[in-house]
């Protein structure tokens, strides 16, 4: 069996790397922490880097990397995969897969906290760091055609544990650490990304930065909003350049060792204890379901 630290970064392909760059860092306040003509690497905060774009004619997320707890290694992840079947490409930075529905898994080396790292972010000094970060990359969810299917081999394969179920096969949650979540999986008869996560650190933080990404010109198909499965607060940023929406939140349940899982029904209180429920187009990626946002043209009531 192996075993997870946290989630490490997503990396995306993109179009246009210079107009992608330009959004995570201007509208939604990352900053480069290395660059080349084909690839840039952004940080959250002090962490090397939380989300990598690379230039590709396919645009979307390629992978998702994890930090292997540092009781493990690579050779240990490459011998867990040998020994669970599972087709792999090993370099010297990470052991790269796919799950059962063809989403990219990475295992990254445990990263060491050290210098500012291992201080609270509000206890560190810098000289570079913009006022008003996000406090973290938090998890990322997909829709999927098969719950059990996924479920199963992210317990047994990726190294995650079953957090919560939204009934019996709607949907399921996993995590890694306290957070209620890193990961999960919806039923909807789809493949698809569906959201990239941000801890925001504090409600204060909400309308500051929804106004600020209003301002450019996004658009919030749902929220803000409270979940009853998670608890936390949150809103969804439409980005078709990335072929997913950002979730942006606050305030998630923390978990301890001794959680149990639950079966949340799968009724509105799970998904929002108040606020709207999601219209239709936001489990939808076509392009007239984006254009239909922007107008706001369709609603839960279709």
């Known amino acids: 069996m192996i075993k997870l630290y946290d989630i490490d970064h997503v990396k995306f392909g993109v179009h ?7 959004a995570w860092e201007v509208e939604f306040g990352l900053h480069a922490t290395e660059k080349n003509p084909n690839e840039v690497k952004l940080a959250v905060n002090y962490e090397p880097h939380s ?13 998702t990397a994890y930090n292997l707890h540092p009781d493990f290694s690579l ?4 011998k867990h995969l040998k020994e669970m079947g599972v087709d792999y490409t090993r370099t010297d930075d990470a052991v790269d897969f796919v799950d059962p529905e063809g989403h990219g898994v990475a295992f990254v080396p445990y990263r060491a906290r050290t210098g500012q790292d291992v201080y609270p972010i509000a206890s560190r000094h810098t000289s570079t760091i913009r006022p008003g970060g996000y406090r973290k990359l938090g998890h990322v969810n997909y829709l999927v055609k098969d719950v059990d299917k996924m479920v199963d081999f992210y317990v047994n394969v990726v190294g995650q544990q079953l957090a919560d179920r939204l009934g019996a096969n709607a949907g399921a949650f996993m995590r890694v650490g306290a957070d209620h979540h890193v990961n999960a999986f919806v039923n909807t008869g789809q493949s698809h990304l569906h959201h990239v996560a941000f801890d925001l650190g ?3 933080m909400i309308p500051k930065t929804f106004d600020h990404l209003a301002q450019h010109g996004r658009v919030f198909p749902w929220g803000p909003v409270r979940h009853g499965i998670g608890g936390n607060l949150a809103g969804y940023v439409r980005t078709p350049e990335f072929d997913c929406f950002v979730e942006l939140y606050v305030d998630m349940e923390q978990l301890d060792d001794l959680h149990v899982p639950r079966e949340f029904p799968d009724d509105r209180h799970s998904s929002s204890v108040w606020g709207m429920l ?5 489990f939808r990626f076509d392009e007239e379901s984006i ?10 009531y279709e």
């Open 16 to 22: 246009d790397l210079d107009a992608s760059q330009h």
């Open 202 to 204: 504090d409600w204060g």
């Open 75 to 78: 050779d240990d992840a490459e």
């Open 278 to 282: 999601p219209p239709r187009s936001y």
């Open 291 to 300: 254009a239909a946002e922007r107008e706001s043209l369709r609603s839960i």
């Open 51 to 63: 989300i990598i774009i690379e230039k590709s004619n396919d645009h979307g997320i390629q992978y």
